[in-house]
Structures are given as C-alpha cells and as structure tokens.
T-cell receptor, first 112, second 113 residues
Framework: SAVISQKPSRDICQRGTSLTIQCQVD?????MFWYRQQPGQSLTLIAT?????????ESGFVIDKFPISRPNLTFSTLTVSNMSPEDSSIYLC?????????FGSGTRLTVV | KQEVTQIPAALSVPEGENLVLNCSFT??????LQWFRQDPGKGLTSLLL?????REQTSGRLNASLDKSSGRSTLYIAASQPGDSATYLC????????????FGKGTLLTVNP
C-alpha cells in the first residue's frame, strides 16, 4: 500500500490567517482525498483532488475557503483560509491504491 | 444515502478479553468495507479491507466479517492488550458513490491492564 507523508503534524494559528497542509505520496495516484475531522466527530470529505483539473468539493465546502493544489500525481496541498476557531480540526489526506484507502498521519489544527 | 452506524460508541474491557465491535450500513450495494484504527489526534491506520465478495479477513489477532445482504460487519479482537486502546472506525465504499468512503462515528476502545 502507499505511504503518505503529511505535514505539518500540528499547528496553532491566529484567526484570520491561512495554513497550507502538504501531502506527499510515495507512488503515483489518480485521486487524492482531503478530509476534516472535527472534535469528537467522524471524518467528513472536503474534496477530491485530481491532477490537471480543479478539485471537486463536497456540499458545504467551497474553493475560496479550502483551495487545493494538485501539481502532479504524487503531491497535493490543502489551504485553510481566513481561519476561525470553528476550523479547529484534524485534517487528513488519503489515497486509494486498489488495496483500500491509506491515510496520512493528520494535521491537528488549533485556531485561537 | 448510505449511513454507517457503529455500536457500541465506547467499550472498556480488562486486558486479555476477546471482544467484538459492530458496524452496520443501510445500503448493501457496496464495493468493499474497511476497518481503521485511530489513535488520539492522529491519522488512520488501515486494519482490514473486505471486498464485497468476501465473507471475512484475518490479520493476526483481528478478524473482520462481512454480511453484505444484512448490512453488517464485525471486528473481532482476540486477547486484547492495552496497546489496542484506540478508536476503531468502519467505512464503506458504496456503488455509485464515485469511490468515496462513508464512515461510522467509531467505537472508542479502552483495554485496562
């Protein structure tokens, strides 16, 4: 299965600022997925990132708030923009390689 | 719309016990079901993947079963250890979902020494 390197592992940010999260995969994959896990909740899909096209966002998530880049088949970034305390969550990237889904180690974001 | 339910929400057992975690899903049209483990504040670690045509999968002390027609899966953990303490998440990929995962809310397992 694929190995994903995600960073940063955690950050504490001031409200109104932005944070960019990076995921690097050790193999080429068509789709990368970005999830949010709010405190005490399960995972919610934010968007699907395809190389060479705009990301596809789920209901309730918009590109202005969560811009995504996918410059090649092994890398993607998610930016959390104009942050508020409600954005405090764990953010995770994921890929599917034909043997189930693999997740990154997560980014624990606290907005103060 | 697919919904995944995990029971119990939390479970506390003494070390050495065998235990079962339950997962149910409302739409039996799935490609596969995957069990994950999540330690506090961390990412997800894949435990077992069961394809829709399979009945069970085993890895070490873990055994996962799938009854697709009834919309149920169980994760059996044998001889539990304190290191098994974590949240266990069940997720399915439904037909027609564009290969997106639908997660349950998880079961928080505590194994006491």
């Amino acid at each position: 299965s694929a190995v994903i390197s995600q960073k940063p592992s955690r950050d504490i940010c001031q409200r109104g600022t932005s944070l960019t999260i990076q995921c690097q995969v050790d193999s080429q994959v068509t789709m990368m997925f970005w999830y949010r896990q709010q405190p005490g909740q399960s995972l919610t899909l934010i968007a699907t990132a395809n190389q060479g096209s705009e990301a596809t966002y789920e209901s309730g998530f918009v590109i202005d708030k969560f811009p995504i880049s996918r410059p090649n088949l092994t890398f993607s970034t998610l930016t959390v923009s104009n942050m508020s305390p409600e954005d405090s969550s764990i953010y995770l990237c994921s890929v599917e390689t034909g043997n189930g889904y693999t997740f990154g180690s997560g980014t624990r974001l606290t907005v103060v | 719309k697919q919904e995944v339910t995990q029971i119990p929400a939390a479970l506390s057992v003494p070390e050495g016990e065998n235990l079962v975690l339950n997962c149910s899903f409302t739409d039996s049209a799935i490609y596969n079901l995957q069990w994950f483990r999540q330690d506090p504040g961390k990412g997800l670690t894949s435990l077992l993947l069961i394809q829709s045509s399979q009945r069970e999968q085993t890895s070490g002390r873990l055994n996962a079963s799938l009854d697709k027609s009834s919309g149920r899966s169980t994760l059996y953990i044998a001889a539990s250890q304190p290191g098994d303490s974590a949240t266990y998440l069940c997720a399915v990929i439904s037909v027609g979902s564009n290969y997106k995962l639908t997660f349950g809310k998880g079961t928080l397992l505590t194994v006491n020494p």
